[in-house]
């Protein structure tokens, strides 16, 4: 099995936007009720979405490659929540769903997260479905901890969690 991680790059759109579309698809069908799910996962406003983000540099994404082929993606920035000012936000980590559980994520999360630290970061937060326990699971793992903030997004809850990047 062959694993690389690179920066983003214009002409990335299609393959970020098919793998959040397919991990959204198989992560949030629980979650979030169809009409907004389907909206979320249209290959084509999610394909401009990534298209505009790599036009104007905005935030620092990455893909992973497996055994050559597009399978994870990364993306954060800082925070865009006022009261989160100062702290740096993993904005999405997704991979195909045909993977899971077969390291990449936790690949990716190790060079995002040291990508932060090394942009002088002190503190990363994200933000997840509370009803998202694989996802938690996965980010409680990485030494992330749920905080008391809460607020609604596309029609489900979600919580706050936080790393100290500090040695």
Not at 47 to 64: A, D, F, P, R, V
Not at 69 to 98: F, M, N, V
Not at 130 to 146: K, P, Q, T
Request: glycine share 8%.
């Amino acid at each position: 099995m062959s694993i690389f991680i690179r920066k983003v790059q214009a002409g990335d759109g299609p393959a970020l936007a098919y793998i959040q579309t397919e991990s959204w698809k198989a992560a949030f069908q629980n979650i979030l009720d169809k009409e907004t799910l389907d909206r979320c996962t249209d290959i084509d406003r999610t394909t401009s979405m990534y298209e505009k983000l790599l036009e104007e540099k905005k935030g620092n994404g990455y893909i992973l490659t497996l055994d050559g082929q597009p399978h994870c993606i990364a993306w954060w920035d800082t925070a865009r929540d006022p009261d989160l000012y100062g702290k740096a936000e993993l904005i999405c980590i997704h991979s195909l769903p045909q993977n899971w559980r077969k390291g990449c994520g936790r690949l990716m999360m190790d060079r995002v997260l040291a990508d932060i630290k090394d942009s002088g970061f002190l503190e990363v937060v994200l933000w997840v479905f509370v009803d998202n326990i694989r996802a938690r699971m996965f980010y409680e793992a990485n030494g992330f901890c749920a905080t008391e903030h809460l607020k609604q997004g596309l029609g489900a809850q979600e919580i706050c969690y936080s790393k100290s990047l500090q040695l």
